[in-house]
């Protein structure tokens, strides 16, 4: 690991660029590709195969003969945090960049990313972030600048919120410090999907200063294919709302709000919300999988919520009864929650 320091009193980090590859061949030379043109090129550029079974791998070597820059690496498949581990363990630079196989950096993402870790302003400064476009499988575009549309807290300054909901740091749109991701003893192995907010939530526990961009430094491609959609992700989800829960406890300062309750009703909406959307797409083993998953959470919610939780389960338990509200529309489907509701005493 190496650090410089230059005439002006700056310092100069070294960047290492890791794109974890998984069955990626749609994707990998169009990510690959927004690496090759930063204007600030990583000192390191680093993809690992994760025991693809596409022609992804082949594109990367193609590429790698073209640009020696690039160094594939190679693994069984054990998921995207046992990759991006594996690619920080063979690497040295002082800071990771992420970069999924499906999204992309515009050319100036590492040049404006490391400006922060350089000037050196910032007391013990563990990431720097950046707001991003959405974008379709293709990466065309749907959304500019989306963290400014949604209610997240930018930069991070308040567990409490990030405990609330989705965290919504991209590992793409982000730049670590070696340092303060080893310190929390990085990814969670047993994590694909929301080990990024499991990470940035360990880092900011820890102490770790974060710095946020408002401008779009790159590109997010979310579409019903992705590993935002997956069964993997939806096993992670459970994984790190039982991992919450356990690690995070202010019982003994009842004045304040208590942290676990918050935890379980972000995960509950979170999981209601994936039943809706198992209705529209007609897919009944994501509805049942949501449904005991909701099950799991429920006895960890506040009272008054509970109840009402156990009330509007007993309507939406059945995904073929769900079916036929959801043709009813979504207020019909609220109005009988309310009226079975009314008659419970």
Request: aromatic share 12%; net charge neutral; hydrophobic share 40%.
């Amino acid at each position: 690991m190496t650090v410089t320091f230059q005439a002006d009193g700056e310092t100069r980090h070294s960047v290492v660029a890791i794109i974890a590859l998984y069955n990626g061949a749609e994707f990998i030379e169009r990510s690959v590709r927004t690496v090759l043109a930063q204007t600030r090129q990583p000192d390191e550029f680093i993809v690992v195969d994760d025991g693809s079974t596409d022609e992804g791998p082949a594109i990367v070597r193609r590429l790698a003969e073209e640009f020696p820059s690039i160094r594939l690496l190679s693994k069984e498949n054990g998921g995207q945090s046992s990759a991006r581990n594996f690619a920080v363990a063979n690497s040295s630079s002082t800071l990771i960049a992420l970069l999924d196989q499906d999204d992309g950096w515009y050319p100036n993402h590492i040049a404006e990313l490391i400006k922060p870790f350089e000037a050196g302003e910032h007391f013990k400064l563990g990431w720097v972030y950046s707001d991003l476009d959405e974008c379709d499988r293709f990466g065309r575009m749907r959304n500019r600048c989306m963290l400014r549309l949604m209610r997240q807290e930018h930069p991070k300054t308040q567990l409490s919120r990030c405990l609330a909901d989705d965290m919504f740091v991209l590992p793409s749109a982000s730049l670590i410090l070696r340092e303060a991701f080893e310190d929390v003893g990085r990814f969670d192995d047993r994590l694909s999907g929301y080990e990024d907010d499991d990470l940035f939530v360990r880092l900011f526990y820890a102490g770790w200063d974060n710095v946020f961009l408002p401008q779009a430094l790159s590109y997010w491609c979310i579409y019903t294919g992705s590993t935002s959609y997956s069964p993997r992700m939806a096993r992670s989800r459970m994984i790190y709302f039982e991992k919450l829960h356990e690690a995070f406890d202010n019982s003994d300062m009842p004045t304040l709000p208590q942290w676990k309750p918050i935890i379980a009703k972000r995960f509950y909406l979170t999981v209601l919300s994936e039943m809706h959307r198992a209705t529209l797409l007609d897919n009944e083993e994501l509805y049942q999988r949501s449904v005991d998953d909701i099950y799991k959470i429920i006895p960890f919610l506040p009272l008054p919520m509970r109840r009402r939780a156990n009330v509007r389960m007993s309507v939406m338990r059945s995904y073929k009864f769900s079916r036929l509200l959801r043709r009813l529309g979504i207020f019909g489907l609220l109005r009988a929650g309310r009226n079975l509701a009314s008659r419970r005493p």
